[in-house]
């Protein structure tokens, strides 16, 4: 077998072959693109021979993603995705100097998939289907992060010199359409005890508001309110700053709109969508996050433990001599933490059985994050046993202790 330590950078890559007793059989530095990855399949074949097998190479990559790893993978090659943070604890075994170099790097990953393999996860070959979800609804969830970002700058730019906006668009929020469009129109103080009623209200019915006459008169008189004010000049600045934050939201308002559709559209086409959506709190966004992060590759999770320990929602235990103590997960990936955690939340009022086994936490004593916790890791199990068998969730069969089956009501 060879072993390939691939340490990768923007427009090269540091590679080291060993053979399986370690001794080097060749180091190069690669460029990125075609004829690099043409070169490292050259590279390989003279040192595996004409007879020998691609899957008889292994390598080690900080990444699990990429062009590159795409090419690798389909190159026949066992691909090892490593965490730059297992990678760095490896190099401290016999580099205490501090030393660096990307040689030395390509040459300790090499070590390492050489070495450990056996504890190590191989890259799993998600379908295309499934790199397409991740790419979309990644992308969807960074834009409403980023979206939040914005908000929050906005809101504190309000809170500086115009807090009566806050109070006038409290009910409606602050990425809504209407008080986008309000606040662009008049984003100070003096410009919005200005507005009409009948601007209010038309800005209202355009965001499909209800009880338009009462709320419009509320925003108007919220806004005439007196209040302690900037300078003249600062004001002004104020007011240039959340036209830009106003602005910014619109746009980001309508790309996600956008990319929600794209999210929809290319998650009901995966043949796992069935088995997701039937889940208890899990809808067409959250679901198509959880396949995303969790991939479609058969047999990535040897059981469900694996997948809870991936999806973060299991505990680690802490044990040295007498002492011993259960925390939460803390180091994880937060995509699909935060997508099972809005399961959980809203499988209490979709699920008899997840709302019992709720209340039974809280009253072992469990705070609310903790109960909802250990109620997203059972999900989590639940959804593998689905997922293994390829059948929808059914209630009884999910909580076969549970009292009452029947569905909630809405």
């Known amino acids: 077998m060879l072993f390939v330590g691939d340490d990768w950078a923007e427009d090269h890559h540091d590679v080291e072959i060993q053979d399986e007793t370690g001794r080097k059989l060749a180091a190069r530095r690669l460029p990125e693109g075609a004829a690099g990855i043409a070169r490292l399949h050259e590279l390989i074949a003279a040192h595996l021979g004409q007879d020998g097998d691609p899957g008889e190479v292994v390598v080690a990559i900080e ?23 297992q990678v760095a604890r490896f190099k401290e075994r016999y580099n205490l100097s501090g030393a660096k170099s990307d040689a030395a790097d390509a040459h300790a990953l090499a070590d390492m998939v050489r070495t ?6 191989a890259v799993a070959a998600d379908t295309a289907a499934g790199q397409a979800i991740k790419v979309v609804a990644r992308a969807h969830q960074t834009l409403i992060w980023e979206r939040t970002r914005h908000t929050l700058r906005l809101r504190s ?9 806050l109070a006038a668009f409290a009910g409606l929020g602050l990425t809504g359409a209407d008080t986008l469009e309000l606040l662009a129109r008049a984003p100070d103080p003096a410009a919005a005890a200005k507005l009409t009623l009948a601007q209010v209200s038309a800005a209202l019915r355009r965001a499909r508001r209800r009880d338009v006459p009462a709320r ?5 008189d919220a806004l005439r309110v007196p209040q302690l004010a900037q300078p003249a000049q600062v004001t002004a600045a104020y007011a240039a700053a959340v036209q830009a934050a106003v602005a910014v939201l619109t746009v980001l308002n309508e790309q996600i709109a ?24 899990i809808g067409t966004v959250n679901g198509s996050r959880v396949l995303a ?7 990535r999770y040897a059981s469900a433990k694996a ?3 991936y999806a973060g929602s299991s505990p680690i235990t802490r044990a040295s001599g007498r002492s011993k103590v259960v925390l939460a997960r803390f180091i994880r990936n937060d995509r699909p933490a935060d997508a099972l955690q809005s399961q959980a939340l809203s499988a209490l009022s979709a699920s008899p059985g997840a709302r019992a086994y709720y209340d039974k936490q809280r009253a072992r004593g469990l705070g609310y994050n903790s109960a909802l916790r250990q109620l997203s890791n059972r999900l989590v199990g639940i959804l593998h046993g689905c997922l293994k068998t390829g059948t929808r969730y059914d209630e ?3 909580w076969p202790g549970a009292a009452n089956t029947e569905p909630l009501a809405a």
Do not use: C, M
């Not at 450990?116 to 996860?121: D, K, P, V």
């Not at 730019?157 to 807090?163: D, N, Q, S, V």
């Not at 990319?259 to 796992?272: G, I, K, T």
């Open 116 to 121: 450990e393999r056996h504890q190590l996860r």
């Open 216 to 220: 419009a008169a509320a925003i108007k």
């Open 157 to 165: 730019a309000l809170l500086e010199f115009f807090p009566a906006a």
């Open 293 to 299: 992060e969790f991939g479609d590759a058969p047999g």
């Open 63 to 85: 990444t699990d993603r990429g062009l590159w790893v795409q090419a690798l993978t389909a190159a026949g090659y066992q691909v090892y995705g490593l965490n730059p943070k």
């Open 307 to 309: 997948r809870k320990n």
């Open 258 to 281: 956008q990319l929600e559709a794209q999210v929809e559209a290319h998650f009901l086409q995966h043949p796992d969508a069935e088995v997701y959506l039937s889940q208890p709190g």
């Open 396 to 398: 009884a069969t999910a």
